[in-house]
């Protein structure tokens, strides 16, 4: 099991560990109500480290990352950034991902979820038959997501970038907490503002970082948040998380994710995704709220009123925003329709629930 260079300041700080995508990972704190509710109010660090990083380099950079994303990259401009996905031969998401554009059609970052790294660098690499430059810099790349309203406010006093105004799915770069060539975006995977700091995991760069962070923000109500809480955020908002709500067996359109697949270039298997969008989808990835009481789980089966199957949850909790428990599901297209009743099978009991759109808090 890996570490990341904060897994000490997690074990000092009393966070409850556990194994996540291969490293050791603070699950919470001082509880995940409590976690979840400083970043919805205020604002929390999370240790998001885990992630994975390339630098692609060079005149075919962009052209590379055209074939194999869904989104049209050619868009962005230096400073911007974009939710994107691979996808594989059949229209299955190989990952999301965020593309960031450092020089114009020279330098971009890729940013891919923790358990894909090696997935997706041979991915990625074998469509590479114009010998882009391509760089894992995963290792020694440090994360920090610093979320919440009162984030921005916190971090200002230790850089003369402005993020106090950074727009969503933009950056900057240059000096933080005395620390050089940091990367500030503003993509956000709460929904409740806030950025992400990227930096070099060299020398005291860590320390140096979250310590100025933490001094920062004592008197401010920060706080260490771990990945439950991030898991409750997301969910509220309707954030789909790889491996639970889209994999390599779910396609963009069905996701709900047609808004990042792009027509306008080639890419993989976009004749298949063109073909399906023209026929329609005959599933599709819908929030949905209790009725009745029962927590939503991963895995457990969705049925109509007559206990025939209709498709699956992907992910659930008790929504500590709302005080509802909340689910995202994959439903056959004639159940989904908002306000449609469906029901959860819970304990072989089928509990009632009705599609809504999210974000749900």
């Known amino acids: ?146 979320q919440g309203p009162k984030a921005t406010a916190i971090l200002q006093p230790l850089t003369e970038m402005d993020i106090m105004n950074l727009k969503y799915y933009t950056f900057v770069k240059g000096e933080f907490a005395g620390v050089k060539n940091v990367l500030v975006s503003a993509t956000g995977y709460t929904g409740s503002g806030g950025v992400e700091i990227y930096f070099e995991d060299e020398g005291d760069n860590a320390s140096k970082i979250w310590d100025a962070i933490f001094e920062s923000g004592k008197d401010q109500g920060l706080k260490p948040i771990g990945l439950g809480a991030r898991d409750t955020l997301r969910l509220e908002m309707g954030f789909c998380l790889y491996g639970n709500d889209i994999d390599d067996t779910t396609t963009p359109l069905e996701a709900g994710l047609g808004w990042i697949t792009k027509f306008t270039k080639d890419f993989t298997a976009r004749e298949i995704l063109e073909k399906q969008k023209a026929e329609g989808v005959t599933r599709k990835l819908v929030g949905f709220e209790m009725i009745e009481k029962g927590i939503p789980r991963h895995g457990y089966e969705i049925v109509d009123a007559s206990g025939n199957r209709i498709g699956e949850v992907t ?10 428990a909340v689910g995202l599901g994959y439903v056959a297209k004639e159940h989904a329709g908002q306000d449609s009743k469906i029901y959860v099978k819970i304990r072989d009991k089928q509990v009632e629930a009705k599609v809504v759109k999210f974000p749900f808090a």
């Open 1 to 146: 099991m890996k570490n990341t260079p904060f897994t000490e300041k997690h074990k000092a700080l009393g966070a409850k560990m556990a194994e996540f995508a291969g490293y050791n990972m603070p699950i919470s704190y001082s509880g995940i109500n409590d976690e979840h509710a400083a970043v919805r109010n205020n604002a929390g660090v999370f240790d998001v480290s885990h992630m994975g990083e390339f630098i692609l380099k060079g005149e075919q950079a962009l052209d590379l990352i055209q074939r194999v994303t869904t989104n049209d990259a050619s868009k962005l401009t230096a400073g911007k950034a974009q939710y994107s996905c691979l996808t594989n031969e059949q229209g299955g998401i190989v990952d999301d991902l965020i593309v960031y554009c450092i020089e114009e059609n020279k330098v971009y970052m890729l940013v891919v979820n923790a358990s894909n790294i090696e997935k997706d660098w041979n991915w990625i690499s074998k469509h590479n038959t114009n010998n882009v430059e391509m760089h894992n810099v995963s290792e020694k790349t440090c994360l920090l997501a610093v």
């Open 315 to 324: 992910s659930g909790t008790q929504a500590p925003s709302i005080g509802k």
